[in-house]
């Protein structure tokens, strides 16, 4: 379970405006995201990319998780690309 809290909404909205229409969209990305990279700034958070061909005529949703005892949301915002870092490799058997 991932965590947005009412802190961090305000955050994304405020930083990333352009994300505000695209918001219920974050539960898509965490769901079946097209890419999952390690963050190069801290191996505790995982950046979820999932590709949208409808906003601004194609573009990543990027949503960044916290991993720890309790994985929340720390931001989001839209991007033209997967940034550089480590893929990541769920350890879950399927």
């Known amino acids: 379970m991932v965590e ?3 802190e961090r909404r305000k955050h994304i909205i ?3 405006p352009e994300v505000k229409s695209h ?10 995201p097209n890419d999952i990279r390690i963050s190069k700034i801290d191996e ?3 950046l979820f990319y999932k590709y ?3 906003i601004k005529g194609g573009k990543y949703i ?3 998780v916290k991993i720890n005892q309790r994985n929340f949301i720390l931001t989001a915002y839209i991007t033209d690309r997967i940034r550089a870092g480590e893929k990541y ?6």
């Open 62 to 64: 990027n949503v960044t």
């Open 89 to 94: 490799e769920s350890t879950k058997e399927t």
């Open 52 to 54: 949208f061909a409808t």
């Open 23 to 32: 918001i219920k969209r974050i539960s898509q990305v965490l769901a079946s």
């Open 4 to 6: 947005l809290t009412s």
């Open 44 to 46: 505790k958070a995982l």
């Open 14 to 16: 405020s930083k990333h």
